[in-house]
């Protein structure tokens, strides 16, 4: 269940882009101008999410607009909590279906108030990977006890939602992180998978976690990441509690922790 990785040549960044035309705006910098490197998507093995990654050689706020046609409609922003702008961007565009091209525009804007703009773009999406595991339990799962929340915004409900584009934060827990999930009755778990979170300057970042069944046994450590692979287990229980063991500090927290079995 590895993402794809598309690289899409285009030169820009993002802030708050809605809509128009194929060329920029008269008065608006070309994006080219604080490209650091080439955008790069990558999808969620059904296809329906992506996250572009962009850096840039300032500091900067960014957005991107995306849509079906050149009105685009849809908006995505970093979920990143530095409000003064970061030079490492990686937003999350949702709601989209396999095999189909997309339009877009990338737009950022720096500390000095200049707005950097690229023209439309396209990219497409390929095409959905089978499922080859069993039900992702966490969905209709329920947290019930975690070490803290950043806020409101970053609930601890947000790591087993399935919507990459929300996400669970701690209040600067670091490796003391933590989440525990009832699965509302006793199953069989076949497989984890801790997607970490992360802040631009390189923090918050799960290198490995444990995972406790019932308050006894304690499995792992295992690997999370950006894009980790499934972990095969084979265990029977209910309440798990997901620790942090090795972060790179900060507020740690969870994009998405998926626990398939039956």
């Known amino acids: 269940m590895r993402r794809r990785l598309l690289l899409v040549t285009a030169l820009a960044l993002v802030v708050a ?43 900067a706020v960014c957005a ?3 849509g079906e046609t050149e009105a685009l409609g849809n908006l995505a922003t970093d979920q990143d909590m530095d409000a003064a702008g970061h030079q490492d961007h990686g937003p999350v565009l949702t709601g989209l279906e396999p ?3 997309y339009f ?7 500390p000095d108030g200049t707005l950097y703009q690229s023209e439309l773009l396209t990219f497409t999406t390929p095409p959905a990977e089978e499922a080859d595991v069993a039900a992702n339990l966490a969905l209709e799962a329920t947290v019930v006890d975690v ?5 409101d915004a970053f609930a601890a409900a947000n790591a087993i939602d399935g919507d990459p584009a929300t996400e669970w934060s701690s209040r600067g827990d670091g490796d003391d992180a933590y989440i525990t999930i009832d699965l509302g009755a006793e199953r069989t778990v076949t497989a984890l998978r801790f997607v970490t979170r992360e802040m631009s300057d390189g923090s918050s970042i799960t290198t490995t976690y444990t995972v406790t069944v019932d308050d006894g046994e304690v499995l ?11 972990v095969e287990v084979q265990f029977t229980g209910r309440v798990l509690r997901f620790d942090v063991e090795n972060s790179t500090g900060g507020n740690t927290g969870a994009v998405e922790i998926e626990i398939y079995g039956s």
Request: net charge negative; glycine share 10%; with cysteine.
């Open 17 to 59: 882009a809605c809509g128009g035309s194929a060329t920029p705006d008269s008065g608006v910098a070309d994006f080219a101008e604080i490209a650091a490197t080439e955008p790069t998507f990558t999808f969620d093995p059904s296809a329906t999410t992506a996250r572009l990654r962009v850096e840039t050689t300032v500091r």
């Open 64 to 66: 991107v607009a995306y």
């Open 99 to 101: 095999e189909t091209t």
């Open 104 to 110: 877009y525009r990338l737009q950022g804007v720096g």
């Open 147 to 151: 070490s803290s929340e950043f806020s």
């Open 220 to 230: 792992g450590p295992f690997d999370a990441g950006l894009d980790p692979p499934l």
